[in-house]
């Protein structure tokens, strides 16, 4: 029975932690949204320490889970609390894996449209093309630097 309070306890701990890790995935989203990368450098320096602690707490339950001689019958014997847990650390890092797919395309969604504006600014030259009499043709597109009024 001491074994399921301390599981409880490291369980408790990765589902706090999993509820930090999201709360700073959803102020990441909205910082991508709103352009402030300085505090989203800030934000990937804080899940970054975050991630770390997860990483040493899931390796302590993992240690107490095998340190049980008898974890199989501990598990089938192990408190309400305990599933309870065990379901809201599933769900959180779920919802965890979510925000963070969704923040890695508005992320990628930024740099394309950072592309495209520091092309459409500096002008880039478009792959070569060929004319009707069969010579190679080279073509500047035009940017906002260099349009007539």
Avoid: H
Wanted: with cysteine; proline share 1%; hydrophobic share 40%.
């Amino acid at each position: 029975m001491a074994e399921s309070k301390v599981l409880a306890l490291r369980l408790r701990q990765e589902r706090d932690l999993l509820r930090g890790l999201l709360a700073s995935a959803e102020e990441q989203r909205d910082c991508l949204i709103a352009g402030k990368a300085d505090r989203l450098a800030e934000i990937v320096s804080q899940q970054s320490a975050l991630l770390q602690k997860l990483s040493r707490a899931m390796n302590r339950t993992a240690t107490v889970l095998g340190d049980s001689e008898e974890s199989a019958q501990e598990v089938a014997d192990e408190t309400e609390e305990c599933r309870q847990l065990r379901l809201d650390v599933k769900e959180l890092a779920e919802d965890l894996r979510r925000q963070g797919r969704f923040n890695w395309i508005l992320a990628r969604e930024a740099m394309r449209y950072n592309d495209f504006s520091i092309s459409l600014l500096a002008g880039r030259e478009e792959d070569p093309s060929y004319s009707a009499a069969g010579r190679r043709q080279s073509r500047l597109s035009t940017s906002l630097m260099n349009r007539t009024a």
